[in-house]
């Protein structure tokens, strides 16, 4: 990597934490110059814009938060597990100030930013076929319930966490999310997992259980 582009790569690291906590009109060039060390000109020498530095931004805050909650994943064989493992790690701990990066940006950009809500539109895109085709990897496995929509349980888990998110960040607790996160851990285990044939006779068979004088 050459020297530019390494103080480039410095430059979006050192912004993504201030754009994802103020915004993109919150967060000013002076801002950015104090947490670089570099002066106007030397960020717009890597940048053309503000707006594509935000860009760029996002995109590492996106990269960054998406690597912790999909760390380990590939190691877990059976397809709800990893779902609940990814579910876990949402909002357990942030690994860019100021919280999600989707939901921020999102917000933020709803205002007319057309840049950087086709980034976020591409993150949500892209995290939404992840966990499709881990459900679908599922039903090929014969793990997970056949009949259910793929592209519809990757929304549910998505809409919950974020939705989640939101009221734990109005009401400035996390429970809220914490329970959106229990109502998916419920949620996968009872609709989204397939239960075996063999299992379910056995359940049918059992006798109803007698209450105790």
Not at 96 to 109: E, F, H, R
Request: include cysteine; proline fraction near 4%.
């Amino acid at each position: 990597m050459s020297k530019g582009e390494a103080t480039r790569q410095r430059i979006i690291a050192q912004s993504a934490p201030l754009f994802n906590q103020h915004g993109y009109s919150g967060c000013s060039l002076n801002d950015i110059m104090e947490a670089t060390g570099l002066e106007k000109g030397g960020i717009y020498r890597h940048f053309e814009s503000k707006e594509e530095l935000a860009a760029e931004a996002f995109d590492f805050a996106w990269a960054t938060a998406s690597a912790f909650r999909n760390y380990g994943l590939g190691a877990i064989a059976d397809p709800v597990d990893r779902l609940k493992q990814h579910i876990d790690r949402f909002g357990t701990r942030s690994t860019i100030a100021g919280g999600c990066p989707l939901l921020n940006t999102a917000v933020d950009s709803d205002d007319g930013n057309p840049i950087l809500r086709e980034r976020v539109f591409k993150a949500l895109r892209d995290w939404q076929a992840m966990l499709r085709k881990i459900v679908e990897e599922g039903i090929a496995q014969g793990t997970i319930n056949p009949h259910l929509d793929p592209e519809a349980v990757a929304s549910h888990i998505i809409g919950s966490l974020e939705g989640g998110m939101v009221l734990s960040r109005i009401e400035r607790n996390d429970t809220a999310l914490r329970n959106a996160r229990n109502h998916l851990e419920t949620y996968l285990e009872t609709q989204v997992r397939r239960v075996p044939d063999s299992e379910k006779m056995r359940s049918a068979k059992l006798p109803p259980r007698r209450n105790r004088k």
